[in-house]
């Protein structure tokens, strides 16, 4: 569930453009939330390439891929570039790597709003400056830990919906002797979502 999305739309006037840092499946689930709301445009940075290939499935209008991008700088400019100068009205953190937050916010536009959904563990501590990355420009921070369990119901009436080809989320599926297997998988990157089927 990706609520805190909702609220940031609420609270962000006309929030056209939205980037997603992040194209695991909590980032493809915040895409679809943001274009399901109303956003003009969704970008996404990430990597690997077939995880970006596969969020242009599910609403996403252009991708960077940190892999080839790798300057930070580069990519802030190339996302300010994208939304005519301002950066994104509302950017969502899915990546849970410490140092995407500041980058978050020097891609979030004046006066617009970061989700932070990807630490829902301790990645550990990164540096901003609460002067420049967020006071000087009217930014607000969302987090989110835990959603209600009414939620749940909301979301899974979006999935019903099947706008998106959600199967698509499950990319490899495995015999309970290949658990190894399937955790080496995931943890490379090489799946979108792996199951294990007894």
Do not use: W
Request: hydrophobic share 40%; glycine share 10%.
């Amino acid at each position: 569930s990706v609520h805190r999305v909702e609220r940031a739309f609420a609270i962000t006037p006309r929030p056209d453009a939205v980037l997603i840092q992040g194209s695991g499946p909590i980032g493809i689930m915040a895409a679809v939330k943001a274009r399901t709301l109303g956003a003009k445009q969704v970008i996404m940075t990430g990597a690997p390439r077939h995880r970006l290939e596969l969020a242009k499935t599910f609403g996403v209008d252009f991708t960077v891929d940190i892999e080839e991008v790798g300057e930070p700088a580069e990519r802030v400019r190339m996302v300010r570039e994208l939304t005519g100068g301002r950066g994104a009205d509302v950017v969502v953190e899915c990546a849970g790597v410490p140092a995407a937050f500041v980058e978050g916010l020097q891609m979030t536009r004046r006066g617009g709003t970061l989700v932070e959904l990807g630490h829902y563990t301790d990645r550990g501590v990164t540096s901003l400056n609460p002067y420049s990355d967020v006071c000087f420009r009217d930014v607000t921070v969302l987090a989110q830990y835990g959603v209600a369990p009414a939620q749940y119901a909301r979301d899974l009436a979006l999935l019903a919906a099947g706008q998106y080809p959600y199967a698509d989320l499950v990319t490899h599926r495995f015999r309970l002797d290949q658990l190894q297997e399937a955790l080496g998988t995931a943890q490379r990157q090489e799946c979108m979502k792996a199951v294990i089927v007894p």
